[in-house]
Nanobody, 118 residues
Framework: QVQLVESGGGLTQAGGSLRLSCAAS????????MGWFRRAPGKEREFVAL????????YYADSVKGRFTISRDNAKNTMYLQMNSLKPEDTAVYYC???????????WGQGTQVTVSS
């Protein structure tokens, strides 16, 4: 069984920065792709960014491109999301997810709250 634990959320002002971490554990952990998703109040969950575990290739939603950076540390089984130039519309619960096979995000974290004040 795979466990994903997010950390690093919090409250910041517009223009500020936060860094999220997602630590994966479990003897069965393996990854093809890890990603960050978010759900704002009253909205559907949306994709934020992904990183391919073996190659490090990344992909971003247009709304965060140029402001957020996703990365991973294979040795630590940990993924990160550096969020800069935060906007109030970035306020959401952020979830990390793992796909052991392409496109199948079957492992999810519990989420971490990010709040950006104007």
């Amino acid at each position: 069984q795979v466990q994903l634990v997010e950390s690093g959320g919090g409250l910041t002002q517009a223009g500020g920065s936060l860094r999220l971490s997602c630590a994966a554990s479990g003897r069965s952990f393996s990854s093809h792709t890890m990603g960050w998703f978010r759900r704002a109040p009253g909205k559907e969950r949306e994709f934020v960014a992904l990183v391919m575990w073996r190659t490090g290739n990344t992909y971003y939603a247009d709304s965060v491109k140029g402001r957020f950076t996703i990365s991973r540390d294979n040795a630590k089984n940990t993924m990160y999301l550096q969020m800069n130039s935060l906007k109030p519309e970035d306020t959401a619960v952020y979830y990390c997810a793992n796909a052991q096979t392409p496109g199948s995000y079957n492992d999810w974290g519990q989420g971490t709250q990010v709040t950006v004040s104007s």
